[in-house]
């Protein structure tokens, strides 16, 4: 499944490094060892995710189909060894089989064809490897940001901001997760062992909260003109309040991890 956040690499760099610390701590508590361990980092972006493993000892192959954003990863990351970039997607990765302790999607899943994803994340990893998808997103909570999100409605083609990628088209979800999803991973063998959910605030200005907004998988499919005007709305709106204080934006973090019993 297309996205266009390629179109946006340097603002997305900028403004979508927020992965929580809490993910990670999550992680250790539930002895997933991380240090010397080989990770695919499925739908890497500019290697946010891939940068912290790193830094937690695992070694990494970061699949990213956009090389925009592999250009950048690859300058944030620096001369770091323990991270290698490859230019594939999670139906066609390009890694060997049966190589990886662990694979993590972060954010990454519903632009995925799932059924096909979940055949490459059983193939690529070992033998009782573990799958950790994770989500996030930010609840619409205070008055600002229902002003806001009412501005990306009425520049909206559609009549209501509809969820990115298959969770559109998904007749239940849950914890955060279509249905569809636990099926297609049932079916290679990927059996679910645990979710974890996080609940947790980040505090934003107005300028940090147009370039989150701006990032965001319903105003990157915008024409650049409606984008443009969009954006411009918005910031007026917030110049209104003429509100020095920084908003907190409510965030919660869905994290399913599920273990290869294919072999």
Same mark, same amino acid.
């Given at each position: 499944?297309?996205?266009?956040?390629?179109?946006?690499?340097?603002?997305?760099?900028?403004?979508?490094?927020?992965?929580?610390? $809490?993910?990670?701590?999550?992680?250790?508590?539930?002895?997933?060892?991380?240090?010397?361990?080989?990770? $695919?980092?499925?739908?890497?972006?500019?290697?946010?995710?891939?940068?912290? *493993?790193?830094?937690? /000892?695992?070694?990494?192959?970061?699949?990213?189909?956009?090389?925009?954003?592999?250009?950048?990863?690859?300058?944030?990351?620096?001369?770091?060894?323990?991270i290698s970039f490859t230019k594939g997607t999670a139906e066609h990765t /390009?890694? %060997?089989?049966?190589?990886?302790?662990?694979?993590?999607?972060?954010?990454?899943?519903?632009?995925?064809?799932?059924?096909? $994803?979940? =055949?490459?994340?059983?193939?690529?990893?070992?033998?009782?490897?573990? *799958?950790?998808?994770?989500?996030?997103?930010?609840?619409?909570? @205070?008055?600002?940001?229902?002003?806001?999100?009412?501005?990306?409605?009425?520049?909206?083609?559609?009549?209501?901001?509809?969820?990115? /990628?298959?969770?559109?088209?998904?007749?239940?979800?849950? %914890? /955060?997760?279509?249905?569809?999803?636990?099926?297609?991973?049932?079916?290679?063998?990927?059996? *679910?062992?645990?979710?974890?959910?996080?609940?947790?605030?980040? =505090?934003?200005?107005?300028?940090?909260?147009?370039?989150?907004?701006?990032?965001?998988?319903?105003?990157? @499919?915008?024409?650049?003109?409606?984008?443009?005007?969009?954006?411009?709305?918005?910031?007026?709106?917030?110049?209104?309040? %003429?509100?020095?204080?920084?908003?907190?934006?409510?965030?919660?973090?869905?994290?399913?991890?599920?273990? %290869?019993?294919?072999?």
């Amino acid at each position: 499944m297309k996205t266009n956040f390629h179109n946006y690499a340097e603002e997305y760099f900028k403004h979508r490094n927020d992965i929580p610390s $809490a993910f990670f701590e999550e992680l250790t508590k539930r002895n997933i060892e991380l240090s010397g361990s080989k990770v $695919a980092d499925i739908g890497a972006g500019p290697g946010f995710v891939s940068k912290v *493993l790193s830094e937690h /000892g695992a070694i990494v192959d970061a699949v990213e189909p956009s090389e925009e954003f592999i250009k950048i990863g690859k300058k944030y990351v620096g001369d770091d060894d323990r991270i290698s970039f490859t230019k594939g997607t999670a139906e066609h990765t /390009g890694l %060997n089989d049966d190589t990886y302790d662990i694979v993590i999607v972060m954010r990454a899943w519903h632009w995925f064809e799932s059924d096909k $994803a979940s =055949k490459e994340m059983r193939r690529i990893l070992k033998p009782d490897g573990l *799958l950790i998808v994770a989500d996030i997103g930010f609840k619409v909570a @205070s008055k600002m940001m229902k002003d806001s999100m009412r501005i990306v409605k009425k520049n909206s083609k559609h009549e209501e901001l509809r969820p990115a /990628g298959s969770k559109e088209d998904s007749i239940q979800m849950i %914890n /955060g997760f279509p249905v569809e999803w636990f099926s297609d991973w049932r079916h290679e063998r990927l059996d *679910l062992e645990e979710f974890f959910k996080h609940e947790y605030r980040i =505090k934003f200005t107005d300028q940090e909260w147009l370039g989150r907004l701006g990032t965001s998988s319903w105003l990157v @499919s915008f024409k650049k003109k409606q984008m443009d005007k969009t954006m411009e709305k918005i910031s007026e709106q917030l110049d209104s309040k %003429n509100n020095e204080s920084k908003h907190k934006v409510p965030h919660v973090l869905n994290v399913a991890i599920l273990k %290869n019993k294919y072999k």
